[in-house]
């Protein structure tokens, strides 16, 4: 059985930056968007001007108060 999937719903109702403006810094580029939540592999979902895009890993810097 797929643990996050199990585990989602909860983290989805506790999950502080879906909707909000973010900077994400990776070890090759950074990126700016609006998180759309997290998707059934347990990855951060950004949406951005080059459109949507799976997050593995990364510093995560929201943008708006």
């Known amino acids: ?3 996050f999937a199990a585990l989602a719903p909860q983290w ?9 403006a973010v900077r994400i810094d990776m070890t090759d580029r950074s990126i700016t968007g ?14 951005s001007s080059g459109g949507r895009e799976r997050i593995v ?7 708006d108060e």
């Open 12 to 20: 989805d109702a506790r999950f502080g930056l879906k909707g909000r």
């Open 57 to 63: 890993a990364g510093d995560v810097v929201p943008l």
């Open 34 to 47: 609006r998180v759309l939540g997290i998707d059934a592999d347990g990855l951060l979902i950004v949406e």
């Open 1 to 3: 059985e797929d643990v």
